[in-house]
């Protein structure tokens, strides 16, 4: 008969498996990981040209659609299409001028810079038309067109 392992043996023989499967599954995970790299490394040039190709598409969509909106939109903001959907939407954007930041600094107007001397357009956003004209600015309205795809995810 053979002699029983002691539970010293017993756990000693359980750790001496835990190693190895610990071992086991830091290999598997480096090579998913590697396996990972590889295939966004394979992908990366192809995601990339997808998107330029796609960015000038989306370009000269909205080119178009502005040379032509009153065609394209008529009186309205929307333009169905059996492919999609184009939108028209007016933005309010503060113009930029440049002199802006000389007169926020003459006016002691820290709090609507940014440390690096710049413009802090978005708290200008805030400010009253009368402000922004006293700084050489002022609200004007962008178009913006957008889309919408039938049948896409």
């Known amino acids: 008969m053979t002699p029983r392992p002691t539970i010293h043996e017993t756990i000693n023989g359980i ?4 190693s190895g499967r610990s071992a086991a599954l830091k290999e598997l995970e480096s090579q998913m990981a ?5 295939i966004q490394r394979a992908f990366e040039a192809k995601i990339a040209a997808e998107k330029e190709a796609l960015g000038i598409l ?3 969509l909205v080119c ?7 065609e394209v939109f008529g009186d309205g903001d929307r333009a169905d299409y059996d492919a999609g959907a184009l939108l028209l939407k007016a933005e309010v954007h503060i ?3 440049r002199c802006v930041l000389t007169r926020l600094e003459s006016m002691g107007r820290d ?3 940014k440390i690096q001397k710049q413009v802090d357009w978005a708290a200008l956003a805030d ?3 009368a402000f922004l004209a ?3 600015t002022g609200r004007e309205i962008r178009e913006k067109i957008g889309y919408d795809l039938k049948g896409a995810a």
Do not use: T, Y
């Open 34 to 38: 590697s396996e990972i790299e590889a």
């Open 127 to 129: 400010k009253p038309d």
């Open 111 to 113: 709090d609507l810079m």
């Open 15 to 18: 750790l001496r498996l835990i």
């Open 134 to 136: 006293a700084l050489g």
């Open 64 to 70: 178009k659609a502005k040379n032509n909106k009153a």
């Open 58 to 60: 989306e370009h000269d």
């Open 95 to 97: 113009r930029r001028a």
